[in-house]
């Protein structure tokens, strides 16, 4: 059976959009690594529950992807049940990474309103929804409510790439609860900044990369959300690797800022040993009025190393 020549450029297209994103991903990381060894690698920066949330952001990411590579270059090599199973695997692959991400976010957030339970309790119910929505359509559109492709040839897993109009709807409703999650962190991190104050470079780190962070997932969400409900039946889900690559990956640059003795503590460049305790810092700067107490524009602040674990 022949397709459209319409259709065979869309199948070529699909595959170029999901080969780029992995591209950007493993770039990303080398050009990185030089960082994470010297801001989370022992012996001198002890893993502690934030650096190992930062270690599963990073690495199951670049490990849970060569499944995917392979059948992505492997010519027709999987029978339509192999397919099935692998876009099955892709699914809730993309469920795990965005999880991933939504809680480094909230933890974020928790440590900057000072380890507030109740805003924690009510992020990780957003959270938890998400993860029962995006479960339940993984598990309806891996099935019934995709699109069978013939075989035309073309490189990779060809059988399950089309998503049909209805499981377009319901993979939106999934993404429009991280667009949401996405929205209400970023409220959040500009309301507690105009407490505190933006002349504190903590501060000033966390709304700068944080809004960097909102703009490209917000626009790269929404384009994710227009797709699957006005692209064609093979383009539908072209745009959802570059969400799950953008995101991993922003997150983590994000983190590696944060541990950056360049703009948290200049003077200590050497003896970075302890995760900064971010909600007690704020938190004492939030109760100062105006002058605060060793801080100048050029050295930054005088932050203290606790000696139990922190936030971040």
Known sequence: MSLPVVEI???????????????????????????????????????????FLFFLNRYVPIFGHIPIVLVLVLKNSLDKHSCQRMRRYKGYFEIVLQSFVAILC?????????????LLGGLVALISASIIVGCIVVAIES??????VPDTGIYGCNFYLGLSDEGGRFLSIAWGGVLAFDIIVFVL?????????????????????GSLYFL??????????????????????SAIPFANVLSTTLVSRMMLCLRSDNILHPSHRTVWTADIDVSSTLSKLSRLPTAIPGYSAEEGIELEYPSGRAVY
């Open 9 to 51: 450029r869309h199948l070529y297209l699909n595959y170029a959009l999901n080969i780029i994103p992995l591209a950007i991903l493993y770039y990303d990381y080398a050009l990185t690594l030089s960082r994470e060894v010297e801001f989370f690698w022992p012996p001198y920066n002890p893993i502690g529950w934030v650096s």
């Open 106 to 118: 909230a933890m974020r957030v928790y440590a900057l309103y000072n380890k507030n339970y109740y």
């Open 143 to 148: 099935g019934d409510l995709a699109i069978q």
């Open 189 to 209: 991190t500009l309301y507690k900044a105009t407490k505190v104050g933006y002349n504190v470079p903590l501060i000033q780190v966390l709304v700068r990369d």
């Open 216 to 237: 490209v997932l917000f626009s790269v969400n929404l384009a994710n959300m227009l797709t699957l409900q006005l692209a064609s039946t093979l383009l539908k889900n």
